[in-house]
């Protein structure tokens, strides 16, 4: 693989590390934060490194550097040597974007494919600022499931690993990927996670405690959003939205409603899902679904988001009607134009 051990060459020299990822973290973006940083810790002792997020659901518990996170995002370093945005692009890492851009070097790991990242090739230098020189440096790779997956290639051939590290990246792979369900999942995805479990962590607690396991409050706004869920599109999608006096009505966090658009997609006939969880007046947070017939990073980044192929999402105005409905004409356009290329080929 092609970024073998670029970690180490990446941070050589380096004092200060800042390493850091999306709002409203998942499992992807606290094992690769979480992943590095214990990486980091081992192979630069002498080095201050430092983590930023806000503050993981309590599943993640399970790794043991979690505790040391920094969610209230102080630091007394005014410049890190090297920051890492990991998972993102540099605008959805919240109070993190800020010690990002005071950086010496940024460099941005992610697989997204709605990630242009800062329009330099991997390993490319450039002018960045009013402060002077500043390396930019972008690994983006859309081909791989999860950036645990690509944190794993760019680490030492795993030598340096230890339970803690493994963990943390397998916890990643198995939520990008739903437990090895998804498309994105390949062979060397595979490979990657016997590796990984050779470390003596019981994976399948791991898969259950982190992946499957729901509370009691998760299960009942997960049964409410599907009772409430409206088919339309002749059955080939299925909207579903909450609104902040139910969520309020549950206590429930961003993190309870995980899964709910998974759920809902697996709806015998449908194509793709769009549920919706209200976090200001007429204002969503909306994700998307695809069996695979409708990009839906394609409808989101119209909108101004992003995503993969079959797992996007957006912030949009509006009410839910509307919402629903400028959704659902670019959902309905893909499948229109699929039906009628399919149509041109069996003539």
Same mark, same amino acid.
């Given at each position: ?27 992807d ?11 980091l ?21 399970c ?20 920051f ?18 005071r ?39 859309p ?14 051939? =795993? $030598?340096?690993?230890? *339970? /803690? +590290?493994?963990?943390? @990246?397998? &916890? ?7 437990? #090895? ?11 990657i ?6 470390f ?17 409050i ?13 088919l ?20 429930? =966090? $961003?993190?309870?409603? *995980? /899964? +709910?658009?998974?759920? @809902?997609? &697996? ?7 769009? #549920? ?6 007429l204002?969503?947070?909306?994700s ?17 988001g ?12 509006g ?6 409905n ?6 309905d ?13 069996d003539?």
């Amino acid at each position: 693989m092609k970024y073998n051990k670029a970690i180490l060459k990446l941070t050589a020299g380096a004092r200060t590390i800042g390493i850091s990822g999306h709002i409203r973290p998942d499992g992807d973006c606290v094992g690769a934060v979480m992943g590095l940083y214990r990486y980091l810790k081992k192979m630069l002792p002498e080095a201050e490194i430092d983590a930023f997020l806000e503050k993981p659901a309590d599943i993640f518990n399970c790794l043991d550097d979690v505790p040391k996170i920094r969610t209230d995002f102080l630091t007394s370093v005014d410049h890190y040597d090297i920051f890492f945005a990991l998972d993102t692009v540099k605008e959805r890492m919240g109070e993190a974007e800020k010690l990002y851009d005071r950086a010496r070097k940024k460099i941005n790991i992610d697989h997204h494919i709605s990630n242009s990242g800062s329009g330099y090739n991997s390993g490319s230098n450039s002018s960045g600022g009013s402060g002077g020189e500043s390396s930019y440096v972008d690994i983006i790779d859309p081909t791989v499931g999860s950036t645990c997956e690509l944190l794993y290639e760019c680490m030492d051939d =795993a $030598a340096n690993f230890d *339970e /803690g +590290i493994a963990k943390a @990246l397998y &916890i990643g792979m198995i939520h990008d990927t739903g437990v #090895f369900q998804y498309s994105n999942t390949s062979p060397r995805t595979l490979e990657i996670a016997a590796e990984l479990i050779r470390f003596g962590f019981d994976f399948s607690q791991l898969i259950m405690d982190t992946f499957y396991e729901r509370t009691y409050i998760q299960n009942q706004i997960m049964a409410r959003a599907i009772l409430e869920s409206i088919l339309f599109m002749e059955g080939r999608c299925i909207v579903s939205a909450l609104d902040k006096r139910t969520i309020d009505f549950y206590g429930a =966090a $961003a993190y309870d409603m *995980e /899964g +709910i658009v998974n759920q @809902l997609l &697996i709806t015998k006939g449908v194509e793709c899902a769009i #549920f919706m969880v209200q976090t200001g007046t007429l204002e969503y947070k909306v994700s998307l679904r695809s069996k695979g017939l409708v990009d839906v990073a394609q409808v989101a980044a119209y909108f101004g988001g992003g995503g993969h192929v079959r797992a996007a999402g957006v912030n949009m105005s509006g009410t839910f009607h509307d919402i629903a409905n400028n959704i659902s004409y670019h959902i309905d356009k893909q499948l229109n134009e699929r039906n009628l290329n399919k149509a041109k080929r069996d003539i």
